[in-house]
């Protein structure tokens, strides 16, 4: 005998039942006295004025906040029906000494039924042991801070902060503490083009290129169909280049929109999954474009003003912030704390910080179908478009299975009951957001500790106490899985071992290596020799060159964890080297970007460039930055320029822009799609 239904929490209840309002008001749990099969069940009645609602939970079916209806009580006689299950299932029952005692009818049969009210001390008892949990997980994970939440039929249920934010000062997490949630941000960008899609502003299939003119990647004429579904489904086929975005702080969006034509695909177009954090700044590109309004200020009214969320969108901002943890990074048997990591372009992609208060109005938000209070923020249909599987990533498996990504989300079968979630790990700090709709169930976990996976064991956990299913220990089993993934990771690199030459050379003296290579997205690496050792540095990141063999060299960094970038030198018909292959991709040593030796300038004549000039009414400036030169124009950002001859520069990171200087006539000229203009020196 299958009840359908939908799924709520077991006995994890923060809410203690009203005595006073009621005899029956509460949360009582018993069985259902079926023949050599008892069925446990749990009922939950509330009453306002008057006005009365239940469910019923039956943990062995996965059944969950199934709603009753019908409910009658008067004197000491209740009784109810189940919504929507077949065969008129309902139960009567009396009140006598404590208990509710009667029968559960359906189809025709009859069944003896009793229930004892759970009490404040029972529940309170079942919390107690959820934090005793979440410490020793804490405790056994090295984990610094920790903050749990968990929402049920639109309520907050649980959510508190265990350790510390900061673990030096030792600043207690509260539910109010703000966590870098890194790729859980994701959903958060979905959810405005969801917004954008109602207001018939967005077409989730309509070419990019109808929206943004011009736009097109690299030799790729596949690109003129890429569409933000694409994007946001991780099929467009575009690189993970994470270590362009991790330490280029430079790189704006806007930026990598105007030089998208130096960008090649590393993957395969729609036929399968490569998740890439530049899919989420490309779409956010687009609707800004298209909206006028930036994605922090889009995010901030649309999203986080509306859900009342407290939520900070960079960590300039962090920092101003009261109630925040610092973020840490295990190295060895050592936690050590680490710098935060401004996204900047990325954002989109990852820069959300938020409460376990604040996720736990996201989960809520998502749980009733874009409902807030009242009225929809959006409408169920596009909350059931965000959490539909669009790209398939696996199969069946043993617990978890049928994985793939939505918009903003991934989706699986958790043993059985479709769960919506995403994990985020961002430099100190790990998050994981999970929702099972059917159940009307959401679980939040933060830490600031990066790449634990105290976040999975813990939700995993608390699903199957909740759901009743069988207990599985996701934390011993971890462990176990933790020891190979270090031993893996002491002896992983993007090289194999077993191809490289050994006893070679590099071709030429380490002099000759030296330089400044650029690519017009990607911004400048700059190698340089001291002593007997090749130093590169790239945005904030410098490391040394390990001789591979022939002209290939690796660099180690291990500021936010440990990343490993293949360096190939490649040599003229001249015999010079003025090419620079780097893996920008900390996973694989395969699709190496190609960047160009820039032409070195002495500082003399770079000296004769600097000054103001008259263009078209406006001064604009160019300005000494060391061994290179920036333009600045009013009301702009400052633009580095990267030289490609004696006196012409192209703008870094802006494409179809030149600047040409006539020294002799103490002239600019500035060179755009739309034209170009000469200026005189000032």
């Known amino acids: 005998m299958r009840l359908a239904g939908k799924v709520v929490l077991l006995s994890l209840v923060l809410a ?48 969950s906040k ?50 004892t009210r759970r009490t404040v001390a029972e529940q309170e008892e079942d919390l107690e042991e959820l934090r005793k949990f979440i410490r020793e997980v804490r405790s056994q994970w090295q984990v610094p801070g920790l903050a749990v939440g968990i929402v049920r039929g639109g309520e907050v249920i649980f959510a508190e902060g265990f350790g510390y934010r900061n673990n030096e000062e030792k600043l207690l997490v509260t539910e109010n503490t703000l966590f870098g949630i890194g790729s ?46 694409d994007l946001l489904t991780h099929r467009a086929g575009l690189p993970r280049y994470d270590f362009a975005l991790i330490y280029n702080s430079e790189l704006a969006r806007r930026q990598i929109m105007a030089n998208l034509s130096s960008m090649q695909r590393t993957g395969s177009f729609r036929s399968s999954f490569q998740y890439s954090n530049f899919n989420y700044i490309i779409a956010a590109a687009v609707m800004e474009e298209i909206t006028g309004t930036s994605w922090e200020d889009a995010v901030a009214a649309g999203i986080l003003e509306p859900l009342q969320m407290s939520v900070s969108l960079s960590c300039r901002d962090l ?26 372009a990325a954002a989109p992609a990852g820069a959300i910080n938020a409460s376990i208060l604040d996720l736990t109005k996201w989960l809520n938000f998502f749980l009733q179908d874009g409902r807030l209070g009242d009225k929809n923020l959006v409408s169920p249909s596009t909350v059931q478009l965000l959490t539909t599987p669009q790209v398939a990533l696996s199969g069946r498996g043993e617990r978890i299975s049928q994985l793939s990504y939505a918009l903003g989300w991934f989706v699986d079968s958790y043993r059985g009951h479709y769960r919506v979630y995403h994990g985020g790990t961002t430099a100190g ?106 130093i590169a540095k790239y945005g904030e990141a410098e490391f040394k060159l390990e001789h591979w063999h022939y002209n290939t060299f690796i660099g180690e960094i291990d500021t936010m964890g440990r990343f490993q970038i293949p360096l190939q030198f490649l040599t003229s018909i001249d015999g010079q080297l003025n090419e620079l292959l780097v893996g920008l991709d900390p996973f694989s040593s395969q699709n190496l970007v190609s960047f160009v030796r820039q032409e070195k300038i002495e500082k003399d004549l770079l000296a004769t460039f600097v000054g103001k000039y008259l263009v078209a009414g406006l001064v604009v400036e160019v300005k000494a930055a060391g061994d290179s030169l920036l333009l600045v124009v009013p009301g702009q950002p400052a633009y580095r320029l990267a030289a490609e001859g004696k006196t012409s520069f192209i703008l870094q990171g802006v494409a179809g822009y030149k600047v040409e200087f006539l020294v002799e006539e103490e002239k600019i000229l500035l060179i755009q799609p739309n034209g170009t203009f000469e200026g005189k020196k000032l």
């Open 16 to 63: 203690a039942a009203c005595f006073a309002a009621s005899p029956f008001v509460g949360e009582w749990e018993g069985a259902i006295q079926i023949p050599g099969s008892p069925l446990t069940i749990v009922v939950y009645l509330s009453s306002d004025g008057g006005s009365w609602q239940g469910s019923i939970d039956i943990p062995l079916q996965g059944i």
């Open 66 to 115: 199934l709603p009753l209806e019908k409910i009658v009580a008067e004197g000491k006689q209740i009784s109810f029906a189940l919504a929507g299950v077949p065969g008129s299932a309902a139960v009567t029952c009396e009140l006598k000494d404590g208990q509710l005692v009667g029968s559960f009818q359906q189809s025709g049969f009859t069944f003896p039924v009793a229930l």
């Open 184 to 229: 859980a941000t994701k959903a958060f960008t979905a959810l405005w083009a969801g917004m954008l899609l109602e207001e018939g502003k967005l077409d989730l299939d309509r070419p990019i290129a109808e929206f943004i003119p011009g736009f097109s990647l690299k030799d790729d004429p596949l690109s003129a169909y890429i569409t933000i579904r």
């Open 319 to 344: 920092v101003g912030r009261q109630d925040y943890a610092l973020g840490y990074l295990r190295r060895g048997e050592e936690v050590e704390r680490i710098d935060f990591w401004e996204l900047g």
């Open 429 to 534: 700090f790990s998050a994981l957001v999970a929702f099972l709709p059917d159940e009307d169930l959401g679980i939040a976990v933060l830490a600031n500790l990066q790449g634990t996976p105290a976040v999975d064991i813990i939700t995993q956990t608390i699903i199957d106490k909740l759901l009743g299913l069988e207990a599985v220990d996701w934390n011993g089993e971890a462990r176990l899985a933790y020891a190979k993934q270090v031993q893996l990771l002491d002896e992983l690199s993007v090289f194999n071992s077993s191809m490289r030459h050994q006893n070679t050379l590099p071709s030429h003296e380490l002099a000759a290596y030296a330089g400044n290579f650029t690519h017009p997205l990607y911004g400048t690496i700059t190698i340089s020799q001291e002593g007997e050792e090749l």
